[in-house]
């Protein structure tokens, strides 16, 4: 039985660097003789080393302070709709103009979506919905919600426990290495 293909769509994927990367990293290590996984990093730099053996990393490069940074939007359609036939699932961390993109994509191509917030404030639910309603829209069509901490289900988030199937899974970086004074 071929085994399912998850498209992972971040930030940096840096893991010796980034907390999110690291967790991320870990997800892929411990579930890859289940699943295959592709990885898409968008990021200011291509130059930072990575320890992950991954069977792809497409890297779209980004620049700063560009309101009509369009380029990698058109870069990241063109990469999903000709490999959009070995994914089976995409897996979307934070909130970005990108997932606004990659959420039209997944329902035109009949794709399953994963969320996980990762930062209280921005990227939750309630934050989304307060914030942008037609973004929390798009968000709505998602299959699952993968919550890393107790506050985006709890408090103001509660929304998810009506309105998503969920998981907590605890973050797993080393909050020690991984902090805001590093």
Known sequence: MKKKTILVCLGGYHPEIHGGGKQQELIIKNLSDKYNFN???FSTKFDSPFTLNLKKIFRIKIKKNNI???LPLIKLTIYFIFNQSEIDLIHLRGNSKKNILLILLSKFFNKKIIYTPT???????YTIKKNNKFLYFLY??????HCISPIFFSGKNKIIKKNFKYSYIPNIVDTNLFNFKK
Do not use: A, G, T
């Open 39 to 41: 990885v898409i990093s």
């Open 68 to 70: 009509l940074n369009i």
């Open 140 to 145: 709505k069509k998602i299959q699952f919600l």
């Open 119 to 125: 930062r209280y404030l921005e990227d939750d639910l």
